[in-house]
């Protein structure tokens, strides 16, 4: 059984992507208030998310985890979590219906405040000031009292956060994601693209195929709610240890600030504090492969992270970019597979496309994504293996931060509503298309060797 690290193991620790705080009383002040906090999540809960990335690894289920690039505290709004939980029930319904396969809902949200960043500093005209490194951190203002870095930032994170579960509960468990209420989840926004006239095609069938089992005698009471789940990555350091609880029924370590954690592809170092830290908790976590992993290394990062070989322990997140993916993931899933360990493999299409648009913005192409995707879908069908999931930053909103997609978005419409404060993510539309793209992959690919009549189970949708 693992322990808690001590704060001065942890600092003694190779940190790196962590804040400089000016003040190291005042994070002490605020860890010692954030360690008496009650915990964000059960661990009851994570062991339930776990035991469903167990189905994904096994290739029984389907992973989609979205959400923004960077919550901000200001958005922390009603209107702004129902929008965010719409756009996912809707890609969720869009791949469970057209592709049979039950969907794990979990979101990149109430605790995705802190990001790493590829310079310490940013450069506008001849004034340079700290990089804004999230609402965890420090302000997205450009002016200096904003970029310090603050540790009582942190405290927002956890209200922050328990503001938005509590309102994702409320939804997802109080109607609001009752099946037949499909055709509304859509309905707030104008119908303008294909995409949308697809999904309301969509959702007259599910809407026809309900009243079916209706006058079959068929009442499920499963088909009124969803399980969504949080994650995010964990990153701040003094933050995910200071909501590290042990378990009453166990006495099992968990990180409670939420269910599903993240290592992400500049902190996954072996012998990096990340690991260390997340090593010792028994939540499901996910684990980013860029361009350059080695299979060598996603084994040791199992083995390190998952000696046990718990079925659902581990997701690898591969981000490698549309021009790499098919090259570079073939060799990772073969060494991994090879060694009789079961992973959940999920595709992030976002974080190995980014450029810089003539304009100055930070973009990603609607096309490359789709590439990207396709190419996954490609090397599983190749190697035989299941595709088992997308992460991918998105918003439920109409901004205009990626080029491509339905809408055929160009570099000059990008200025119209750029919104993200860090990475570009996908718009409502261009999710919803996104999502009928994986759909259309799955039901060509591995469901023809299956009997979807043994996969479907109403409370997936
Ligand atoms: O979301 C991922 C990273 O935080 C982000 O891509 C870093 O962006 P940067 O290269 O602009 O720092
Ligand atoms: C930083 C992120 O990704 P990566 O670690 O893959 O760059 C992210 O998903 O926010």
Redesign the pocket.
Same mark, same amino acid.
């Given at each position: 059984m693992s322990s808690i690290i001590s704060r001065e193991e942890l600092r003694a620790l190779p940190l790196i992507q962590q804040p400089s705080y000016p003040d190291r009383r005042a994070l002490d002040r605020t860890i010692d208030s954030l360690e008496k906090l009650p915990p964000l999540v059960f661990a009851g809960e994570c062991d339930d998310l776990r035991l469903k990335l167990a189905d994904v690894a096994d290739g029984k289920a389907f992973l989609l985890q979205g959400g923004d690039? +960077?919550e901000t505290f200001e958005a922390v709004t009603a209107e702004n979590i129902k929008r965010k939980l719409l756009v996912q029930l809707s890609m969720a319904v869009v791949m469970t219906y057209a592709a049979q396969v039950p969907v794990v809902k979990v979101g990149r949200i109430a605790g995705q405040y802190a990001?790493?960043?590829?310079?310490d500093t940013e450069t506008r005209g001849d004034v340079t000031l700290p +990089?804004y490194r999230g609402d965890a951190i420090n302000g997205f203002d450009f002016t200096p009292e904003a970029r310090v870095h603050n540790p009582k930032r942190l405290l927002d994170v956890y209200t922050s956060s328990a503001a938005t579960l509590n309102l994702v509960r409320a939804f997802v468990k109080g109607g609001f994601a009752d099946l037949r209420g499909v055709h509304s989840w859509n309905s707030a926004f104008v119908r303008d693209s294909e995409v949308e006239a697809e999904y309301e095609d969509l959702a007259n069938e599910i809407s026809r195929a309900l009243a079916f089992m209706v006058a079959c005698g068929v009442q499920d009471d499963s088909l009124d709610t969803v399980d969504f789940y949080a994650s995010h990555e964990a990153l701040l350091l003094e933050y995910e240890r200071a909501l590290t609880r042990v378990d009453s029924r166990s006495q099992e370590l968990y990180g409670c600030s939420g269910h599903m954690l993240w290592i992400?592809e500049r902190t996954r170092q072996l012998d990096g504090a990340h690991v260390e830290l997340l090593r010792r908790v028994r939540n499901p976590l996910g684990i980013k492969l860029g361009p350059t992993t080695t299979p060598e290394q996603a084994i040791a990062l199992a083995d390190r992270l998952d000696p046990d070989r718990v079925p659902g322990r581990i997701t690898f997140i591969a981000r490698m970019g549309a021009g790499k993916v098919r090259d570079v993931l073939p060799g990772v899933i073969a060494g991994v597979e090879a060694t009789g360990r079961k992973v959940a493999w999920v595709c992030d299409p976002m974080?190995g496309n980014?450029f810089e648009a003539a304009n100055g913005y930070?973009t990603r192409s609607f096309a490359d994504v789709v590439d990207e995707v396709n190419g996954f879908f490609d090397v599983h069908e190749q190697l035989g293996t299941w595709p088992g999931g997308l992460h991918v930053?998105l918003t439920g909103d109409d901004v205009t931060e990626c080029v491509g997609g339905v809408n055929r978005l160009s570099e000059d419409d990008l200025a119209s509503r750029y919104e993200t404060v860090?990475?570009p993510r996908l718009n409502r539309n261009q999710s919803l298309e996104l999502a009928f793209t994986v759909a259309k992959r799955l039901r060509s690919g591995r469901l023809r060797r299956v009997n979807p009549v043994q996969q479907f189970d109403a409370k997936e949708l």
């Open positions: 690039c +960077a990001k790493p960043r590829s310079k +990089a992400g974080h980014t930070k930053e860090c990475d």
